[in-house]
T-cell receptor, first 118, second 110 residues
Framework: GAVVSQHPSRVICKSGTSVKIECRSLDFQATTMFWYRQFPKQSLMLMATSNEGSKATYEQGVEKDKFLINHASLTLSTLTVTSAHPEDSSFYIC??????????????FGPGTRLTVL | GDSVTQMEGPVTLSEEAFLTINCTYTATGYPSLFWYVQYPGEGLQLLLKATKADDKGSNKGFEATYRKETTSFHLEKGSVQVSDSAVYFCALSGSYIPTFGRGTSLIVHP
């Protein structure tokens, strides 16, 4: 089956530092990947849509200069939280859409990354 | 815009009880509907899906029927197990952006 990995699974950092989270589709190509943020006991909040070879599309209210997204290949998207602060602490989840399906119906989710900013 | 409304949890059941988690939606056009499951500390896994009206999605004993007339996609299972304890998300994909419900926590006691 389609597998999506995220690295790291858990990261603790000091306030003011930057953290990079990788999302990889292991056995399929993904033109489109999504980045979500999930607060405790809440739903997923879509942060941005990442398209290979082009700029990410950010949802309203998401700071593009703070959450840098790079989708450099068909199997890798990265989310960099720049100058992280405690309020950025959250569970970040990515999903990938197989290029072969052509649409957003079939998303495969990564296991998530728990970010804690001290 | 599109939206998904789920019943609030937690839903607490004894093993082998019948499960229903309600989900209703608003959307333009004809969206695909999904149920995802999230186990503690993990990402989301697709549980089942339905792509058009009257379709029934099923997997691992769970099932849900796409009801266009009531704009609903309720999740059911005839006999739950302790291992089913998780958070369940109803979602739709109509316009390009997927939309998720708030999630319903299910707790199953032995």
């Amino acid at each position: 089956g389609a597998v999506v990995s995220q690295h790291p699974s858990r990261v603790i950092c000091k306030s003011g530092t930057s953290v990079k989270i990788e999302c990889r589709s292991l056995d399929f190509q993904a033109t489109t990947m999504f980045w979500y943020r999930q607060f405790p006991k809440q739903s997923l909040m879509l942060m941005a849509t990442s398209n290979e070879g082009s700029k990410a599309t950010y949802e309203q209210g998401v700071e593009k200069d703070k959450f840098l997204i790079n989708h450099a290949s068909l199997t890798l998207s990265t989310l960099t939280v720049t100058s992280a602060h405690p309020e950025d602490s959250s569970f970040y989840i990515c999903s990938a859409v197989p290029t072969s399906t052509g649409g957003t119906d079939t998303q495969y989710f990564g296991p998530g990354t728990r970010l804690t900013v001290l | 815009g599109d939206s998904v409304t789920q019943m609030e949890g937690p839903v607490t059941l004894s093993e082998e009880a019948f499960l229903t988690i309600n989900c209703t939606y608003t959307a333009t056009g004809y969206p695909s509907l999904f149920w995802y499951v999230q186990y503690p500390g993990e990402g989301l896994q697709l549980l089942l899906k339905a792509t058009k009206a009257d379709d029934k999605g099923s997997n691992k004993g769970f099932e849900a029927t796409y009801r266009k007339e009531t704009t609903s996609f309720h999740l059911e299972k005839g006999s739950v197990q302790v291992s089913d304890s998780a958070v369940y998300f109803c979602a739709l994909s109509g316009s390009y952006i997927p939309t998720f419900g708030r999630g319903t926590s299910l707790i199953v006691h032995p």
